[in-house]
């Protein structure tokens, strides 16, 4: 007698159904992000560079790094735009990349769920590789994505917080790359992608059964095609570009960046750019910007103090230059004016070649009110001690009556309210 056969367990029990989810569209997924968290991972570590983290504990937010400094190199002045570039490209191609590796998530699914957990002791390897690269990218994206729309949420932790998480990542992606290439590679060449972007819904069929446990053992009835699915995603993807990129471009195209709304009213005038901190909520005000304000410029066992109206009487100088916030955001060049900082270095003795400063804002509480350049960012004509921007005194928020402009520094260098200028000191009275 002939009983009637069930129907495999697994079969029944999935809820992962849809007859979209096979190799092929998990594939074309991931050879997206092949190509752009590779490109994440290094501006990233381009951004990390440029903070000079070797040069002093101010600027080094993650001082355990030890070997995952190896690369680390004396970040140039050349181009001017290279650190605002690499900002932009690393943040927004983060925002960009999200609907993808939500889409490659989804697509994966039915094998993050897999039961039983662990089959053997390769099986148990290949999950925890899969639990640090999925567990990684979410975190990555998760930090990063609070860092730029909710600025300090995470007060100091930011930094470490993304750059070990980074690395834990990376090595996760590397060695899924290295594990799934092959398969990934026939999985693209299992269909035409010509042809499914001309196949509609109604002729959407699953993609054939497989090992890769992608596909769903009792397909429901397509509600969309891989047409479809590929052009939500891409959509989804154009659309994030086209309300963050304004943000890294600047000028009038800063309104367009809908989703990064701090600073996307600037106003106008010569100081109609973005402020991120403005003085009042550092509690700064007239008696400490005021005439009462004063620079001092030391070096070793010399100093002078400087008042507004001496830093004006010395030779002023021009440079166009931006500012590139770790945030993503930028302004295009801005004209600023002031003394060159190789000329306040000749001040304490340093004729020729000077040595890195160290920069403290008059700001008494709070982060990024001091930091160490090196000799390379003194050296350059282009930095300066600006006491005007576009033709007009400093305004108190972009950092009356003065501040640090140098070219192809984070805007986290560019130190406003300065009130003290160690040169050949890369900390707080510690000398180089
Ligand atoms: N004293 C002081 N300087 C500072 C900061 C700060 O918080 N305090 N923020 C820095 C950061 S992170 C950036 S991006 C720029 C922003 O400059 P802006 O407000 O003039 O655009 O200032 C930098 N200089
Ligand atoms: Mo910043």
């Known amino acids: 007698m002939n009983v009637p056969r069930r129907p495999p367990r697994s079969a029944w029990r999935s809820p992962w159904r849809s007859p979209l ?18 490109l994440l ?3 990233g570590l381009l951004s990390y560079a ?13 001082p355990a790094k030890g070997l995952l400094g190896f690369y680390l190199f004396s970040w140039p002045t050349h181009p001017y735009w290279l650190y605002r570039v690499n900002q932009g490209v690393h943040v927004t191609l983060g925002i960009v990349l999200v609907p993808v590796l939500l889409a490659k998530l989804w697509s994966v699914i039915p094998k993050l769920f897999a039961l039983p957990p662990v089959r053997s002791l390769g099986h148990a390897l290949d999950r925890l590789s899969l639990l640090l690269l999925v567990g990684g990218a979410l975190f990555e994206f998760l930090t990063g994505l609070l860092n730029v729309q909710l600025d300090y949420v995470f007060p100091g932790s930011f930094y470490p917080l993304h750059f070990y998480g980074a690395w834990v990542f990376f090595g996760a992606f590397l060695a899924h790359v290295a594990l799934r290439l092959p398969r990934m590679l026939r999985a ?12 509609p819904t109604s002729r959407t069929r699953p993609e054939p059964r497989d090992d890769s446990g992608l596909v769903a053992t009792a397909p429901a009835a397509p509600t969309m095609s891989r047409r479809g699915a590929l052009g939500m995603v891409g959509l989804g993807s154009l659309t994030l570009l086209v309300v963050t990129a304004g943000q890294s471009i600047g000028g009038p195209w800063r309104r367009t960046a809908v989703l990064a709304p701090r600073g996307r009213n600037p106003g106008t005038g010569p100081d109609g750019f973005q402020i991120n901190k403005t003085a009042a909520s550092v509690h700064l005000d007239d008696r400490d910007l005021g005439a009462a304000w004063r620079l001092t410029v030391a070096a070793g066992d010399r100093h002078v103090t400087l008042t507004l109206g001496e830093l004006q009487a010395m030779t002023q100088y021009r440079s166009a230059l931006p500012i590139a916030c770790v945030e993503g955001w930028s302004t295009q060049d801005q004209a600023w004016e002031g003394v060159r900082l190789r000329d306040l270095a000749r001040l304490v003795g340093h004729a020729t070649d000077p040595p890195g400063v160290f920069v403290q804002s008059v700001q008494r509480s709070g982060s990024f009110r001091a930091v160490a350049l090196r000799a390379n960012q003194v050296r350059d004509p282009r930095a300066l001690l600006a006491l005007r921007v576009n033709g007009a005194p400093l305004s108190l928020d972009h950092g009356y009556p003065a501040r640090v402009i140098v070219p192809n520094a ?8 300065v009130g003290r200028l160690t040169f050949g000191a890369t900390d707080f009275g510690s000398p180089a």
Request: charged share 20%; aromatic share 10%.
């Open 50 to 62: 440029a903070y000079n983290p070797d040069l002093s504990p101010v600027n080094d937010k993650t």
């Open 21 to 38: 989810r096979g190799p092929w569209l998990t594939s074309v997924f991931g050879l997206v992000l092949l190509c752009g968290l590779p």
């Open 410 to 417: 984070p805007g986290v260098m560019n130190t406003k309210w």
């Open 41 to 43: 991972f290094l501006t």
């Open 188 to 199: 693209l060449r299992s269909l035409d992608l010509r042809a499914e972007l001309r196949t």
